[in-house]
C-alpha cells in the first residue's frame, strides 16, 4: 500500500499541503469522490485523565460511503510514545465500516497529543486528520489513615475496623493493591479484600479488617497498601489488645481501712469501657461483707456505655460487727468478663458488754445494805490502741430511793479490759423493787444499754451462821504447782431464814474458784447448810492467806468473812490428788470409796502418824492403813475413803496426815454430793398389731401337693390379716440356700431357688417388702407365695437366721449377687413383734448329716429382738403324722423350735383344712405387744409400778436381760391401752 501511495503522490509534501488545504485542515473528515467517499467517526479523541502506569483504549470507526471500494492508509507516523493505534491500512468495500482501535499509555505525567493523518485511493478524493490528546496524572489514592487500633477485644471474639481510600486525583481511574497482614502476630488479623482493587474516578472503598486475638495480651502486624499504579507500597499498622474484661475498674480494689463501729466511709470509683464498641452494664452483684455497698452515680441499670464512656460510682463501709470484711462486687457485661470491684475494711471500736445482763441483787433484810456487781468489759477490737471504751454516765432509774451505784462515770479502757459497776439495794420496806441501771458509752453500735434490776426486801431475824470446820479454813501444806480443792460449809444457826449473799473472794491468784465459776448465794432455812469450794494453787513454798466474805442478812454484821490460809510446799512427800472428788451420788445409793495417795519421793523412807477426815460424811475406809506405816522411797501407800453423806446437797472436807517430813499435816480437799434419786416415768400406748411377718415356703420338688393346698386357701391367710387390722411388714422367703437349676422343673424369682434368705422375689419383678400402703398388695402377696419347685435341700431356720441378721437385714443390696436391690433393709421394726412362719412337708435340715444345734438359731433369733424373747412368735405347717403329703417324719428340729420359742405346729398332712391351719396359725402370729422397754435399769425391779389405762396392774415381770417388762399372753393389754412404769432408776 506504501508503494501505491507513491506512485498517487510523486511529491509527498506537495500532496500533503495540497490535501490539508483542500480539506480545511484536521477539522474535516468527509471526502466526496466518484468513486469512494470516506467517513471517520469521531473526529477527534480526548482521552481525559489516565492514571501514569495505566492505559485507556477506544476505537475510530472509519466508513466507505462511496459507490465504489476504497483503500483507507495514513501518512506520517501511526503511533507516538504514548499512543497506538491498530486497524490500518484497510480495504472498505462500498457500505462497508471497520473499527481503529487506538490505546493511551502515557509514559510521564502532563498532557499528550498525536494526529493520525489517513488518505484513499479515490480519485480526486481528499484525506482526514484525527487529533488524540490525553492527559497523564499520578492516580493517587488517599487513605484515612496509617494505623488500624481495634483497642480492648474480647480474647477469641472478633472486633471489625476499617480504613477508607478515596481516589480524587483527578478523573483518572486507578488501582490499589493490598496485602495480607504481616508479622509475628499476623494470624490474628484478616483483611476482608485483598490483591490488586480497581477503584474508580472519585470512587470511595473501605477496606475491612478483622481482629480476633487468641488470647490475652498486646498483638500487633502491618499490611501494605500500594495506593497508585506507579507507588511504592505503604505501611498500615494494626494493633490491638486481647482482654477477657471491655470494662476498665479504676481502682480495682479498695481498702478502707480501720473504721469505727456505727460510722460509715465512703470511697468513688469510676468503670470505663475501653473497647471501640458499645458495652452494656447490666447488672450489679455484691457477695461478701453484709456492711460494704456499692454504687453507681446515675446510672441506672442495665446502662450502655459507650465507646471509651466512663461512669462513676461510690463504695461505702458502714460496719456494724468487728473483723475484716471483704466484698466483690461484679458488674456483668453484654461482651466479654464483668467488671469487678474487691472492697476491704476492718470494723473496729469499743465494744460494750455486760455480765449480767439482768441483775436480781436477791433478798436483803430491811436495814441491810447488799451489793452485787454488773461487769462491763470491752470486748471491741483496737489494733492501734486508740479507742478505748468508757462509760459517760452511769445511773439508776427507779421509784424506789433504796437503789444506788457507784461510780457515776468509768473508764473501761482497751479491749479486753473490764470494769465493775457496784449496785446497792438498802430495803426499808419488805416486798419486790425494780429498777433500771443505764450506761451511757461510746459504743458506736450500743451508746445506751438498760440492764433491769430486781431485789426482794424482807423481814428477818438477824441471822448467824457456823462455819464448819473451822474459820480460818487451813488447806494445810499443799504441793507447789499442784491444786487442791477444799472448803468449808456454812450452817443457819438461827430459827429463821438466813441470806447469804454472793461470795467474794481475795487471796489471789492462788485462792481460787474452781473452774473460774463463783458460787451463788442462797436463802438458807433453819439448819440449812452451804457448802463453799475453793481452790489453792501455790507457786511458791511460802505462807498465803485469803478470804470469803458473804452478805448476811444481819444489820448488826452485815458481812461473813472466812478466812484462807494455806502453806505452799516445796518438800519431796506429799498426799494426791489435790482433791479426792466423789462426784454426785443419787440419794439412796452408796457412793463408792476413793483413794488418796501418800508419796514419797524423798531419798529416804518417810513415816507417817497420823491420818485423819474433817469428819461426817467423810471417813477413813474400813481397809485404809493402820498408823503409824511407812512410806518407802519412790513409793506410796493408798489412803481410802468412804463418803456417806446423810442427806441431799453438796458436801466439803478434807483429809489430813502427818509425817516425819515436817510438824504441819499435809492435806488434800474431799468433794462430793447428793442428788435426788431420779423417778423414771416411762408409758407407752399399745397400737393395733405392729407385726413383722417372714414366711420360709419350702421349694422342693416334693411340696407340689402342700404348696397347691397352700395357694388354694390364700384368701384364708388374707382374712385373718385383714382381721387383726394389723401393722405389718410381710416377706417371703425360701428353703432355698443356693441356686440349683438341674431339677425337673425351674424356680422363678431371679435366685433359681436359691433365696439364701434374701427377699422372694430377688429380681424385684414385683415389690418384695409388703406394708398395708404396697399398691395391689393383697396380689402381691399371693403372687409371691409362688416360690416354685426346684429344690431338694431343705432349710428353714438358717435362711430365716440369714434374712433377719447382717449383712441382708442392714442391706439395700446383697452382697457378691447380680441383683443391685435384693438386701432386706427396713423389713424390721424395733417396737413391731418378729412372726415367723414355715410352711413345709419335711423337718429342718434333714439332708444334713450333722446340722447345727436348734437352739443356736433360737439363740440368733432372740438376739434380733435384743432379748425380747416374748416379742417372737413361732407358727409351722409340718407333717406331725406319716402321710402321702409327707416327705419326711417325724419333724423333732421343728418340734424343739417350737418349744423354745413358744409356737405352734399344724399338720400339712391335713390338706382338706389347710385354711383353718393358716388362720389358727395367724392368730398365734398376730398378737399385740406383750412387753415393753424401759428406758433406763430401775433400782429395785420388785418396786415398779405398772398402770394399765389409769388402773394399777400387779401381773407383769421384770426381764433383766432385755430390760422389759413384760405382760402374760392371758393379760396383754388390748389395742388402744395406755400403759406406765414407774421406778427410782438404778445406782450408777
Known sequence: MIGRVGRLFSAAAAAVAALAAACGGASGNHVRAVGGDLIVQPPAVDFGDVALGMEANTSLLVRND??????????????????????????????QSSPVEIRYQPPALGTHTHTISLVTDAPGAKGAAVDLRGHAVKGLVQLSGDVIDFGDVVAHETASQSIALSNNDGSAKTQVVITAPQGKDASAFRCQSQGPLPMDPAAQL???????????????????????????????????????????????????????????????????????????????????????????????????????????????????????????????????GPGLLALTGLGMGPVLQLQPKTLYVGATAVETTRSSTVVVTNVGLDPHQTAPLSLNGISIVSNDPAWAVTPPFAWVGEPGSSTQIQISFSPTQAGWSQATLVLLSNDGLNPRVEVPLTALGRVLKPCTVSVLPSNPVDFGATPLFHPSTQGFELVNAIADDCIIG???????????????????????????????????????????????????????????????????????????????????????CTSPDQVAYAVNHC????????????????????????????????????????????????????????????????????????????????????????????????????????????QANLDHLWNRIAIANADFHIAITTSGTYAYTQGWTQCPGGASGGEAGRFFPVDNSRPRLLTPETANVKDALFANTNVGLCHWDERFLQPAVAALTDPLISSTKAPGTPYASD??????????????????????????????????????????KHGAKDLISFAALVPL????????????????????????????????????????????????????????????????????????FSGSTYDPSSNRIVFPTSAVPPPGSHITADYQAACR
Not at 475453793?534 to 472466812?562: D, M
Not at 515436817?662 to 399399745?686: C, E, F, I, K, N
Not at 402321702?884 to 409356737?903: D, K, V
Open 502 to 588: 454472793d461470795p467474794v473472794l481475795s487471796g489471789g491468784p492462788a485462792f481460787r474458784w474452781p473452774g473460774g465459776l463463783t458460787p451463788s448465794g442462797r436463802t438458807l432455812p433453819p439448819g440449812g447448810r452451804m457448802s463453799v469450794r475453793v481452790e489453792f494453787f501455790p507457786e511458791a513454798a511460802r505462807t498465803y492467806t485469803g478470804g470469803v466474805q458473804f452478805y448476811l442478812s444481819n444489820k448488826f454484821t452485815p458481812l461473813l468473812t472466812v478466812g484462807l490460809q494455806a502453806e505452799g510446799d516445796g518438800g519431796c512427800f506429799f498426799l494426791t490428788p489435790g482433791a479426792v472428788d466423789f462426784g454426785g451420788s443419787a440419794q439412796g
Open 66 to 95: 462511496g459507490i465504489a471500494p476504497l483503500d483507507v492508509e495514513t501518512i506520517g507516523s501511526l503511533n507516538s510514545n504514548a499512543f497506538v493505534a491498530k486497524g490500518l491500512p484497510v480495504r472498505l468495500a462500498p457500505g
Open 823 to 864: 438386701g432386706n433393709a427396713g423389713f424390721l421394726r424395733d417396737d413391731a413383734r418378729l412372726a415367723i412362719l414355715v410352711v413345709t412337708d419335711t423337718d429342718d435340715d434333714v439332708k444334713l448329716p450333722y446340722p447345727p444345734p436348734v437352739s443356736s438359731y433360737v439363740n440368733q433369733l432372740i438376739a434380733v
Open 206 to 336: 473501605a477496606v475491612q479488617v478483622d481482629f480476633t486475638p487468641p488470647g490475652l495480651g498486646d498483638f500487633t502486624a502491618v499490611f501494605h497498601i500500594t495506593p497508585c499504579p506507579t507507588c511504592g507500597p505503604r505501611d498500615v499498622s494494626l494493633v490491638g489488645r486481647g482482654v477477657d474484661s471491655l470494662l476498665s475498674v479504676d481502682p480495682a480494689s479498695m481498702n478502707f481501712g480501720e473504721v469505727l463501729l456505727g460510722s460509715e466511709a465512703a470511697k468513688p470509683f469510676s468503670v470505663t469501657n475501653t473497647s471501640h464498641s458499645k458495652v452494656t452494664l447490666q447488672s450489679l452483684a455484691l457477695t461478701g461483707g453484709p456492711d460494704m455497698t456499692v454504687a453507681l452515680d446515675n446510672a441506672p441499670l442495665p446502662y450502655t456505655l459507650a465507646p471509651g464512656q466512663t461512669v462513676t460510682g461510690s463504695a461505702r463501709f458502714k460496719p456494724r460487727s468487728l473483723g475484716s470484711q471483704s466484698l466483690q462486687a461484679t458488674l456483668p457485661a453484654s461482651d466479654g
Open 881 to 952: 403324722q406319716p402321710c402321702s403329703a409327707a416327705e419326711s417324719y417325724p419333724t423333732p428340729r421343728f418340734t424343739e423350735a417350737a418349744q423354745l420359742l413358744g409356737g405352734h405346729l399344724y399338720d400339712s398332712c391335713n390338706l382338706n383344712d389347710f385354711g383353718n391351719m393358716l388362720e389358727n396359725a395367724l392368730g398365734s402370729l398376730l398378737l399385740p405387744l406383750t412387753s415393753f422397754p424401759l428406758s433406763t435399769q430401775p433400782r429395785d425391779p420388785n418396786a415398779i409400778q405398772v398402770t394399765v389405762n389409769g388402773s394399777a
Open 603 to 710: 531419798a529416804g523412807p518417810v513415816t507417817v502418824t497420823e491420818v485423819h477426815t474433817s469428819g461426817p460424811p467423810f471417813s477413813l475406809a474400813p481397809n485404809a492403813p493402820a498408823v503409824p506405816f511407812t512410806v518407802q522411797p519412790n513409793g506410796n501407800v493408798p489412803i481410802p475413803v468412804s463418803y456417806r453423806p446423810p442427806s441431799i446437797g453438796d458436801d466439803v472436807g478434807s483429809l489430813s496426815a502427818i509425817a516425819s517430813t515436817r510438824a504441819t499435816p499435809y492435806q488434800v480437799g474431799l468433794t462430793g454430793g447428793v442428788l435426788p434419786a431420779s423417778a423414771m416415768h416411762d408409758q407407752w400406748d399399745q397400737s393395733t398389731p405392729k407385726v413383722d411377718l417372714l414366711m420360709v415356703i419350702d421349694n422342693s420338688g416334693s411340696m407340689a401337693s402342700v404348696q397347691h393346698a397352700l
